[in-house]
């Protein structure tokens, strides 16, 4: 049984500003956690803005991470040499959890659907982070979609 919704995620999430409040609310448990705190050790406030502007992108939003900041290969070079653990990708999803339940609409299967990119990510997330900074990684191709169904 399947349980089909019309539109994208973007909207139902309700837009750039909710996503602005869940990566706030989300990097504020990360710089407080012992597991997490490490990885993020060159964290700036500018990077909750791109976080939102990448998840908005995501979602079926405007594809501002695209034009403005670099796409999806911006994105998995910025990931590479953090040697990300599993322990820490398991944490990472534990708060983001939190403030997918805290900042996003009560919505079981929106929130469900948001946590599946999220574990899907953060998987892509930690093999890159395998590599060393400045690796090449070739033409990941386009910034991934990501919608009622999973990935587009």
Sequence with gaps: MSDERSGNLYDAIGGIDALRRLSNTFYEGVLADPVLAPVFANFTTTHIEHVAVWLGEIFGGPARFTGELGGHQSLLRSHLGLAITEEQRGRWMELMGEAVRKE????????????????????????????PAGADLGDPGPTPRWGWEGLK
């Design 104 to 131: 996003l609409p009560d919505d079981e299967l929106l929130r469900r659907r948001v946590l599946e990119y999220f574990d899907w990510g953060t998987k892509i997330a930690k093999d890159v982070s395998a590599a």
